[in-house]
């Protein structure tokens, strides 16, 4: 009896290590060297000041996920090409209703943590920077007057950006990402109102590499 009881106890050991080996192997294929993917999602954005009120908008474009394991275990840092579409709809300062889109080539570079759930969930928590660069758009007003978003006549507002964003989500079987985040712009687009750019995106990205 007391044999047996040694026999089933080492058993068990060996079992659990396996098992925990098999674990901590899965962590390290949830997050490989490299992944590359297309992304794409909706948004909703806003500007800082009052009178510049949430706008439904869009992004899509490409994505990038780097082991960064080295540093610390189970990070990774994740870059993206974007396409994105933000503005606000409200009355601005004119007093009229009046809505405004524009276009962006946006590149955010985050630094994130992957937690691993089971064999197919990691969940995913990220920030970093990113720099915008608006390439055009229009501010349209109920009454006519619309005007080019940047370098208008009431607005002028700059071409470039820069913030800082804070993403959580998931990825499902190594392919299949969803996010959702807050990206904060630091530039006042105008340099007179100190109004920012504000943005709530999510995204669904597919790693095909």
């Not at 974007?82 to 405004?100: A, C, M, P, Q, S």
């Not at 080019?148 to 499902?172: E, K, M, S, T």
Request: hydrophobic content about 40%; charged content about 20%.
């Amino acid at each position: 009896m007391k044999k047996l009881l040694i026999s089933l106890v080492c058993a068990l050991t060996l079992v659990t290590g396996a098992t925990a080996q098999s674990k901590l192997d899965k962590i390290k294929e949830s997050l490989p060297p490299f992944k590359l993917g297309a992304q794409a999602g909706f948004n909703v954005s806003w500007l800082s000041q009052s009178g510049f009120n949430s706008h439904a908008g869009f992004n899509f474009g490409a994505t990038a996920m780097f082991d960064a394991g080295d540093l610390i275990k189970d990070t990774y840092v994740r870059g993206s090409f974007l396409v994105n579409r933000i503005g606000y709809d409200g009355h601005g300062f004119t007093g009229v209703k009046e809505t405004g889109n524009a276009w962006y080539l946006e590149i955010p570079v985050r630094y994130g943590y992957g937690y691993l759930l089971n064999n197919d969930w990691t969940l995913l928590g990220e920030t970093g920077p990113y720099i915008a660069i608006g390439t055009g758009g229009t501010v349209k007003r109920d009454i006519g007057l619309d005007e080019d978003y940047f370098g208008g006549d009431v607005y002028d507002f700059d071409r470039f950006d820069f913030g800082w964003g804070f993403h959580v989500g998931a990825l499902y079987d190594q392919h299949h990402q969803v996010m959702l985040g807050w990206d904060f712009g630091f530039v006042d687009l105008n340099n007179k109102q100190n109004i920012k750019n504000r943005n709530f995106m999510i995204s669904y990205a597919y790693y095909f590499l």
